[in-house]
């Protein structure tokens, strides 16, 4: 990473490379325009299709419902699944009423539900690492309910019980802070000496890129600006890794208008990044506005060139077509 010095003004905006739309968003995202330019408006989207809500307004200007559970959708309507997964139930529900499904779960939390799915049928005890409540974590639990306990806080990890501690194993959310997950491994295998290691890094690529973008830039930040939305879990985790790396102050937005003047007080050098569901659209209006107020140096923090892109769902492919909600 390099950082040229402050302009005369000494007003510069750090804009993180890597940042904004991962992969697997943009595979959702482009799942739903596909599947609306195919089959045409209504379609059904199960939760936000992913965690932005300029994404989620667009989309439902364009004819998308967004329903909370699978039994708010019509008998034999279509409904997609949202990038962050969905558990064998959901598509069991989804079978009984009859629906046409596309699964846009991204490929990297289905690797995590089929580490669920093996360690469970080797009888081992499974602990989850991540947010309790998360859309995600609820998708990857189901995989196996009894095998699965959710280790969210320090505390969690006193409460996990377990048959045998030989056959212990760990597994994580995608899009927690890398740090906080490993001091939550090191407590847990405290506990458990032999809890075993997930076959990969959980923790997605671009959840742990943004993270090590944010903290290259911090340091030298007044302030950094993340935009995201309150719901998406990488975009809170880069506001709390900013600070922890040595930015003075940090704050989540959606919108460049949600900046608060006070914020700007006495600040030159203000970071910029975004969350893996926020469109870029959305940081160029920051910068707008940003340049209005003085800060119009901008300087790019590149420490990693992204270039992982997911097929479709195969329903969107040519000659797909959406199926029933059979696994
Ligand atoms: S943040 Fe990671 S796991 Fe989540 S959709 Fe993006 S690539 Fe997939």
Redesign the pocket.
């Known amino acids: 990473m390099s950082t040229a010095s402050p302009t005369s003004n000494g007003k510069r905006v750090l804009l993180a490379k890597p940042r904004g739309y991962?992969?697997?968003?943009d595979r959702?995202v482009v799942t739903v325009e596909k599947a609306l330019e195919k089959y045409g408006p209504p379609i059904y989207v199960r939760k936000e299709i992913?965690h932005n809500k300029y994404v989620v307004d667009t989309l439902r200007k364009r004819g998308v419902i967004f329903v909370d559970e699978t039994s708010e959708v019509p008998e034999g309507s279509l409904v997609v699944f949202s990038?962050?997964g969905v558990s064998p139930a959901v598509h069991a529900e989804a079978a009984e009423r009859n629906l046409r499904t596309i699964d846009a779960t991204?490929?990297?939390?289905t690797k995590v539900h089929r580490e669920v799915v093996r360690f469970a049928r080797d009888d081992y005890d499974i602990l989850l690492i991540g947010h309790e409540g998360h859309e995600e974590v609820e998708g990857t639990a189901g995989e196996a309910p009894d095998r699965v306990q959710l280790v969210d806080t320090p505390e969690d990890v006193h409460k996990v019980t377990v048959r045998d501690p030989s056959k212990v194993v760990w597994v994580s959310q995608?899009?927690l802070s890398v740090d906080e997950t490993m001091e939550r491994v090191n407590q847990l295998k405290e506990r458990f000496p032999e809890l075993a290691d997930p076959p990969s890094e959980d923790i997605?690529?671009?959840?742990s890129n943004r993270q090590t973008a944010v903290k290259a830039m911090a340091p030298e930040c007044d302030l950094v600006l993340v935009v995201g939305s309150q719901n998406s879990s990488?975009s809170k985790r880069l506001v709390e890794v900013a600070l922890q790396a040595g930015a003075r102050d940090a704050h989540l937005i959606d919108y460049a208008h949600e900046v608060d003047e006070k914020w700007l007080e006495g600040v030159e050098t203000i970071g910029v990044t975004s969350g893996?569901s926020v469109p870029d659209v959305l940081v160029m209006e920051l910068l707008e506005k940003l340049a209005e107020r003085g800060w119009d140096d901008v300087q790019e923090v590149t420490t990693a060139n992204e270039k992982i892109t997911f097929a479709l769902p195969r329903e969107l492919r040519d000659g797909g077509r959406a199926r029933s909600s059979v696994r």
């Open positions: 991962c992969a697997g968003v959702a992913v990038a962050h991204c490929p990297l939390v995608t899009t997605c690529y671009a959840t990488n893996a």
